[in-house]
């Protein structure tokens, strides 16, 4: 995968905004990049893109963006067993434009929100921004220091959207069938639509498997996705909705044309050769992230506490008490995401993103030590 040691070699040719706002000596671990090289059939694609037609594509007015759609089908019945019907994909910058865009035409000011928290701080500064009240489902530990999350649903009264994020982003959470068809039914029960956010499908670990919940309840899913976390593409703006709901797709599809953007030329380039031909990259890199995940468990400080995550690059440690992001960042020059930012439950946590190589991993691991 890569030979890189030290973190100054990888800020010596990484100048994006994860090493960029990390001041000298410090070393970033929090927004969820990658220090790893992106996948060489993803790299000779775009390359190729470069020196070919940079011109209109010939899906240009197409809201499937034609070859995206077909490659998002394809990888999920591959994948995951689900026969997603490419008719019903269309395309979005990133996530978080798919979701305001679905909010905007579904809900009003005032409708809530059902969200597992705590939760991807950009998704409650949308619910903030467009006062849609946050009804939060808590996960909470399951046992002690090593075991997993649990949730009990609350009444959703008063809620118009279940946000799903599964797998579930800090925690790492893959949620089981039981748990889906439990949250299914309350879906049905207070008439919800589902908007899922599966963009961490792809990095589960085994035995864990992770289940569409448009292979639950169909016609009430709108699903979002994106090869931007597993494939190490941030910065490629193209993400996928299936639109699941019948309903949805009638409220869509009176919107004015071209008024929600599209994915671009290279960012639909890159996903579908992503899609279809990175996986012996994904598998290298997802042994190097279990091995990771692992050695946190090692060498992890005695006074925080570590749930192993099921999925994800990311490790949600409770140290007890707020505050220590800041502590951490100054005193041990390790920069991590603070619990606080996302939400109920997460003011005692700091979050670590340890897609990295070992060598810097461990030097993240010693300096936390002290």
Same mark, same amino acid.
């Given at each position: ?5 030290? !973190? ?7 100048? +994006? ?5 990390? /001041? ?7 927004? /969820? $990049?990658? $220090? ?9 694609? *775009?390359?190729?893109?470069?020196? %070919?037609? *940079?011109?209109? &594509? ?14 998002? =089908?394809?990888?999920? /019945?591959?994948?995951? %067993? ?27 000011? +005032? ?10 701080? &950009? ?5 903030? %921004? ?8 808590? *996960?909470?530990?399951? %046992?002690?220091?090593? +075991? ?5 649903? @609350?009444? *959703? ?9 599964? &797998? ?5 959470? #893959? ?25 961490? =499908?792809?990095?589960?670990?085994? @035995?864990?498997?992770?289940? @569409? ?21 941030? +910065? ?19 919107? @004015? ?5 599209? !994915? ?32 946190? /468990? ?12 099921? !999925? ?11 505050? #220590? ?6 005193? =041990? ?38």
């Amino acid at each position: 995968m890569t030979d890189i040691k030290r !973190a100054e070699d990888i800020k010596a040719t990484h100048d +994006g905004f994860k090493w960029a706002k990390a /001041a000298p000596g410090v070393i970033p671990a929090w927004i /969820a $990049d990658m $220090d790893l090289p992106t996948a060489p059939e993803v790299v000779s694609a *775009l390359q190729r893109r470069a020196e %070919g037609d *940079l011109g209109y &594509p010939t899906w240009l007015d197409s809201p499937q963006c034609g070859p995206l759609a077909e490659a998002f =089908a394809e990888r999920m /019945a591959g994948r995951y %067993g689900w026969r997603a019907d490419s008719e019903h994909v269309r395309s979005y910058s990133d996530i978080n434009q798919a979701l305001q865009v679905l909010l905007h035409v579904w809900t009003r000011p +005032g409708d809530g929100v059902a969200v597992h928290t705590p939760t991807y701080p &950009p998704f409650l500064g949308t619910l903030e %921004g467009m006062e849609r009240p946050l009804h939060p489902i808590q *996960l909470r530990p399951d %046992g002690p220091s090593g +075991g997993s999350w649990r949730f009990e649903v @609350p009444d *959703l009264s008063g809620c118009k959207v279940l946000l799903l994020v599964n &797998p579930h982003n800090p925690t790492g959470r #893959v949620f089981t069938r039981e748990e889906l068809t439990e949250l299914a039914e309350h879906v049905e029960r207070h008439d919800l639509l589902v908007i899922s956010d599966e963009i961490h =499908a792809d990095l589960v670990y085994a @035995p864990h498997q992770h289940i @569409p919940f448009a292979t639950i309840l169909p016609e009430r899913t709108v699903t979002l996705t994106s090869a931007t976390k597993a494939f190490n593409l941030g +910065g490629i703006r193209c993400s996928v909705a299936h639109i699941g709901s019948p309903d949805m797709r009638k409220v869509l599809a009176a919107q @004015p044309p071209f008024v929600f953007g599209s !994915a671009n030329l290279f960012g639909v380039e890159a996903t579908v050769v992503a899609w279809r031909h990175g996986d012996a990259w994904l598998q290298e890199t997802l042994a190097l992230l279990d091995r990771n995940r692992r050695t946190i /468990a090692e060498l992890l400080p005695e006074e925080a506490s570590y749930r192993m995550p099921e !999925a994800t690059y990311l490790a949600w440690l409770d140290y007890g008490r707020p505050g #220590v992001q800041e502590v951490l960042e100054r005193e =041990a020059k390790v920069m991590l995401s603070d619990g606080a930012t996302f939400g109920p439950g997460g003011a005692n946590y700091v979050r670590l993103n340890f897609a990295t190589t070992e060598p810097i991993l461990a030097e993240i691991l010693h300096r936390m030590r002290g």
